[in-house]
């Protein structure tokens, strides 16, 4: 890797886009900001939450600790430095191409987590039995392991191999190697959970019509967790598909078009955990209540059926039956 700083001689700075990118850096800021108080709500609801399976609470705490390091650090940082090539800047190449790589590096770790846990809830809902054993906290963590720690050495074998003199640092897909990199590691499990979503809902669909399920009253909280699944879906698939796009058809990095849709692309780092949040009725009711100490809101039913009764800071409802058993505030 050639370390030689980039001189102001060999870059020149264009007014129209490094306006577009100051502003780009304003609406990114505000997603950090947002993302880092969405991830630690997340955080703290899983912490005090005893209702989820220990694997699946485990992969929930791992997805959000990486939202949490991208949106605290690593978005950060990397947007700031996309600002410095822009600007034509006379900063340290090895600074931003840590910057950039470091970003690049934590962002395809959320996103292999996220696949995984597409994978974990098709496994849930097709196939229970196996799912009980690849559950186990162990089973989970070795997982994740394999897959985030290879996701790791494979950038770090493909940033050893660039020349930093001859490099569109912001666009790490137009690394050597780069674009291979992103349709093996990022583009192929946005498909993989892209398929496993589709099946669930399938499935879950098929199943309710043939128990006759289709007409009821207050949903229940499986079925929140089925609704926050499609939201997300929708979601990840709106943000992630331009994204992809943009980086296989090698979009240079100074382009309009490549500032917008990264801009676009980063809002999932903020909504993912308010949409975790907001889809599920006792994380919700969590925060609100935590936001608002004094709040009192009617007590809800784990079966789907609402209470008189109301609850405040304190005295947080109870479900209703003890033997509905569900994976409360999975998103996936």
């Not at 900001?33 to 969405?38: F, I, N, Q, R, T």
């Not at 939450?49 to 992969?59: D, F, H």
Request: hydrophobic share 50%; with cysteine; charged share 15%.
């Amino acid at each position: 890797m050639n370390s030689s700083n980039q001189t102001p001689a060999a870059c020149e700075v264009d007014a129209f886009i490094a306006g577009w990118k100051t502003g780009a850096l304003a609406v990114e800021v505000l997603t950090s900001a947002l993302g880092v108080v969405g991830s630690g709500l997340s955080l703290w609801c899983l912490m005090n939450c005893r209702r989820i399976q220990g694997g699946m609470k485990l992969q929930l705490f791992l997805f959000f600790s990486l939202l949490l390091l991208t949106n605290s650090v690593a978005m950060p940082g990397a947007a700031v430095a996309e600002l410095w090539a822009v600007q034509c800047r006379q900063a340290s190449a090895v600074v931003s191409f840590g910057l950039i790589a470091f970003y690049t590096i934590a962002a395809t770790m959320e996103r292999n987590a996220f696949a995984l846990m597409a994978g974990y809830r098709l496994v849930a809902v097709c196939w229970p039995h196996k799912y009980k054993m690849l559950s186990l906290r162990l089973v989970v963590a070795l997982l994740n392991g394999f897959v985030l720690g290879g996701v790791v050495i494979l950038w770090l074998v493909v940033f050893a191999e660039q020349d930093l003199d001859d490099l569109d640092v912001n666009n790490p897909s137009g690394y050597k190697m780069g674009r291979e990199l992103y349709i093996a590691i990022l583009f192929t499990p946005m498909v993989a959970a892209l398929i496993a979503y589709v099946t669930v809902i399938v499935v879950i669909t098929f199943r309710k019509q043939f128990a006759g399920e289709l007409e009821r009253g207050r949903p229940s909280m499986r079925e929140q967790v089925s609704f926050a699944v499609g939201i997300l879906i929708i979601t990840n698939l709106l943000l992630d598909l331009p994204h992809m796009v943009v980086h296989l058809m090698g979009i240079p990095s100074r382009a309009l078009s490549f500032i917008l849709i990264h801009v676009i692309y980063r809002l999932h780092l903020a909504l993912d955990p308010f949409i975790f949040i907001g889809a599920n009725l006792h994380y919700r009711r969590k925060v609100l209540l935590l936001a608002i100490p004094r709040c009192s809101l009617p007590k809800a039913s784990t079966t789907g059926a609402s209470s008189i009764g109301k609850t405040t800071a304190g005295s947080v409802a109870r479900p209703a039956s003890t033997h509905t058993v569900y994976d409360a505030g999975s998103p996936v």
